[in-house]
């Protein structure tokens, strides 16, 4: 049975890879990535769910959503543990330390001490900062 092993990691790195495609073309309006897509709308997981699953109807949805959870619950375990994610072409994950420092209530205008904390921090990859940035084809006056 060892090339179960191999198969199964095969399948994973390919779902992966096409998390990570579904991501940047989300991104990027859709598509071929080649577009400028800025909507409104959000999407939420489940829309994500649902276009992963469409764009890859040799998987099952639970598999779909047990690929995509698996993903998000590794990148917050890292986080967790102090880790940065990178994904390149898309952009980076990391841990920023906010110093404690006395704040302001607004209302009231007393000073607040705000305890220390840590933020997530995303940073675009270059591919996708590139692919967001695409100028649109200048009209030939004639």
């Given at each position: 049975?060892?090339?179960?092993?191999?198969?199964?990691?095969?399948?994973?790195?390919?779902?992966?890879?096409?998390?990570?495609?579904?991501?940047?073309?989300?991104?990027?309006?859709g598509g071929s990535c080649g577009g400028n897509g800025y909507g409104t709308e959000g999407m939420i997981k489940s829309e994500l769910i649902q276009k992963?699953?469409?764009?890859?109807?040799?998987?099952?949805?639970?598999?779909?959503?047990?690929?995509?959870?698996?993903?998000?619950?590794?990148?917050?375990?890292?986080?967790?543990?102090?880790?940065?994610?990178?994904?390149?072409?898309?952009?980076?994950?990391?841990?920023?330390?906010?110093?404690?420092?006395?704040?302001?209530?607004?209302?009231?205008?007393?000073?607040?001490?705000?305890?220390?904390?840590?933020?997530?921090?995303?940073?675009?990859?270059?591919?996708?900062?590139?692919?967001?940035?695409?100028?649109?084809?200048?009209?030939?006056?004639?």
């Open positions: 049975m060892q090339g179960t092993g191999q198969a199964s990691r095969l399948g994973v790195l390919t779902a992966v890879h096409a998390v990570r495609c579904s991501l940047c073309k989300v991104a990027c309006g992963f699953a469409e764009q890859n109807p040799h998987l099952f949805q639970r598999d779909v959503e047990r690929i995509v959870s698996t993903i998000f619950d590794e990148i917050a375990a890292a986080l967790c543990r102090g880790d940065r994610v990178e994904l390149r072409g898309f952009g980076a994950f990391s841990v920023k330390q906010r110093p404690a420092r006395w704040g302001r209530n607004p209302r009231t205008g007393d000073a607040v001490y705000v305890s220390e904390k840590f933020v997530p921090f995303f940073k675009t990859g270059k591919e996708l900062r590139e692919r967001l940035n695409v100028k649109p084809p200048e009209e030939s006056e004639g």
